[in-house]
C-alpha cells in the first residue's frame, strides 16, 4: 500500500477538491453517496436466527466471483469454499478487506486464508472496495478501499456505505452457502484494517471479533452493542499506518495509535486485569489486555518491532517477519471467540 497511496495523492486531493467545492455560500457540495448512511450506523446491528442446518443449498468447494447490488450499484466479492464444506453443515466464516489500492484478488493471496480454511473448515469472504471511477466517474482506478472514517480513498471522501454493503453480501451470503451465524469474523489489512474497527464498533451482532493487520480504529463516535474481541497487528515501523498514531493520510482524519486502538476496546470490554504476554518470538511480542467481561473478550496487540506496512508471516511482503504467522494466530484467535 505504501507506493500506492504516495502514488494516490494527486489523485486523492483532486477528487476532494471536486466532491467539496461549491461556488455557492451554502456550504460544500454533498459528495456523491452524501446521505445514503442511513437512519443511524447501529440500524442494521441486529444478532441473525441462529441456525442448526441448511437445506436446499447446492454451492460445493471452490472458489466463486458474485455480485450483490447495493446503493444502485453492482458491488464484487470473492468467495472460497473449503474442501470437505457440506451445504448442510452450519461453517464458520472469516471476512478479509483489503488495502487502499488493492483487490480482492491480492487479498485472498495475501492473507492465505483459503489455503488455511481448506485446512480448518472455514468459508473465506474477500469484497472489493470501490475506486475513483465508480464513484466519481473519472480518476486512478488503481484505487479501491472502503469507508473506515478516518481513511482511506475515494469511498471515505465520498461516506459510501460499505457497511450497508456488508448488510447487503451477508444477505446474499446465506442464500448461497451455509453459515454459522455465532462465527463471522472479520479481518483486513490497512485501510481494510481499519474498517474491520469500524464493522467492530457497528455491526457486533454481525461479527464475532475482528483482526486488523495495519489498520486503527478510525471511528471516533464507537459504541458497540456488545464487548468484541480484537487481534491487532502492527510493525513498530510502519511508515504508512503509523504505529503511534498520525494525521498523514491524503484527505483521511487523524487516528490513534495501535495502542491505543487497542486499548478503548479493552476498556469497552471491561478489562480490568493486568497486561499479559501470550506470544513472543524473535521481534514478534503480543500482550493481552485481561479480566475482560467476558473473559474471551480479549483486546490483544501483536507488536512486529522494526516491522514495515505488512502482513505478518508473508516474509516477500514489505520484507516482513517469519517470528508470527498472522493468519494462523488469527484463526486460533477466532476460534475461541464465537459470538456469545
Known amino acids: 500500500m505504501r507506493l500506492r497511496l504516495l502514488a494516490l495523492v494527486a489523485s486523492s486531493l483532486l477528487m476532494t477538491t471536486a466532491a467539496c467545492d461549491s461556488t455557492s455560500d451554502e456550504g460544500p457540495a454533498p459528495s456523491p453517496d452524501a446521505g445514503t448512511q442511513g437512519p443511524g450506523p447501529t440500524e442494521g446491528d441486529v444478532a441473525p436466527a441462529d441456525r442448526t442446518a441448511c437445506a436446499g443449498l447446492t454451492v460445493a468447494a471452490g472458489t466463486y466471483d458474485w455480485t450483490v447490488e447495493h446503493d444502485g450499484r453492482t458491488r464484487a466479492y470473492r468467495v472460497h469454499v473449503p474442501t470437505g464444506y457440506d451445504a448442510t453443515k452450519p461453517t464458520p466464516v472469516v471476512f478479509s478487506f483489503h488495502g487502499f489500492g488493492s483487490n480482492e484478488v491480492e487479498q485472498e493471496a495475501l492473507s492465505a486464508f ?53 448488510d447487503a453480501l451477508l444477505a446474499d451470503l446465506d442464500t448461497r452457502v451455509c453459515t454459522d451465524p455465532r462465527r463471522v469474523f472479520a479481518s483486513g489489512f490497512s485501510n481494510g484494517g481499519f474498517f474491520s474497527y469500524r464493522l467492530a464498533c457497528e455491526r457486533a451482532q454481525r461479527f464475532a471479533a475482528i483482526a486488523p493487520v495495519a489498520g486503527m480504529q478510525g471511528l471516533a463516535d464507537c459504541a458497540p452493542s456488545r464487548p468484541v474481541p480484537v487481534l491487532h497487528f502492527h510493525g513498530s515501523d510502519d511508515p504508512t499506518i503509523l504505529y503511534g498514531g498520525g494525521n498523514n493520510i491524503p484527505a483521511g482524519r487523524p487516528y490513534p495509535s495501535a495502542a491505543e486502538s487497542v486499548r478503548r476496546f479493552a476498556e469497552r470490554n471491561g478489562c480490568t486485569g493486568p497486561d499479559q504476554q501470550t506470544y513472543q518470538q524473535g521481534n514478534a511480542t503480543c500482550v493481552a489486555a485481561t479480566g475482560c467481561t467476558p473473559e474471551s473478550a480479549s483486546a490483544v496487540l501483536c507488536t512486529v518491532l522494526g516491522g514495515k506496512h505488512s502482513w505478518p508471516g508473508q516474509t516477500a511482503y514489505n520484507e516482513d517477519t517469519a517470528d508470527v504467522n498472522a493468519t494462523q494466530e488469527m484463526w486460533r484467535f477466532f476460534q475461541a471467540r464465537p459470538r456469545p
Open 114 to 166: 483459503s489455503t488455511l480454511g481448506d485446512t480448518e473448515g472455514f468459508i473465506s469472504v474477500y469484497p472489493r472496495g470501490l475506486n475513483f471511477p465508480e464513484i466519481f466517474g473519472q480518476g486512478e482506478p488503481d484505487s479501491r478501499g472502503w469507508n473506515g472514517v478516518a481513511c482511506c480513498g475515494p469511498s471515505q471522501v465520498a461516506n459510501v456505505d460499505d457497511v450497508g454493503f456488508v
